[in-house]
C-alpha cells in the first residue's frame, strides 16, 4: 500500500517572529487563522474549528477572482507552545499533513514548517510560493502576532 504523505514530496520552511511561542501558535488555533491564512489579494473565514487531537476544522477561502475554496483537515497532534500537525484537504483533492514547531529563539519564535505528502512538483511549489510569498500567509502572520505581542508589552511582563 502506498501512502503519498510517506512516499511524496513536501516542503520546508522556517520562519522567525518578533512573539512568544504562545502567541504565534495560538494564532493558528483561533478564529485569527483567518485573518492571516488567505494568500495575497485572498480573503479566508474560519467556518468551523475544534482545535484538540481528532477535533477538524473547515476555513473558506475568497480569491480575487470571485472563486472559493475549501480546506477541512482534522488536528493530529496538539502540544502547546511547540508542535502541531494536522491534515490539509483543498476541496476533497490531495490530502497533505503539516507539521509546525515552535521553538523560543532569542526574544522570538523560530517557526518551522513541514508540509508532506504532494504527488507533484508543481502543486508543491505552488504551495512554497503562496506561504512565503510576500504580503502572503506568513507576512501576515508576523503583522497578527507582532500587534498581539505590541499589545501585551504594557502589561508590565518582567
Known sequence: MNDTRESGLSLEITRWFDASRESVF????SEIWGEWLAPVGAHCKVVAQEPHVGGSYHVSLSRPDGSSVNITGIY???VRPSRLVLSWLRDNS???VITVTFEHHGKGTAVALRQTGFEDQVLRDGYEKTWTSSGGPFDKLAAVVGASLSDSDDSGTQ
Open 94 to 96: 490531495q490530502e497533505t
Open 76 to 78: 493530529q497532534e496538539l
Open 26 to 29: 495560538d494564532a493558528w488555533l
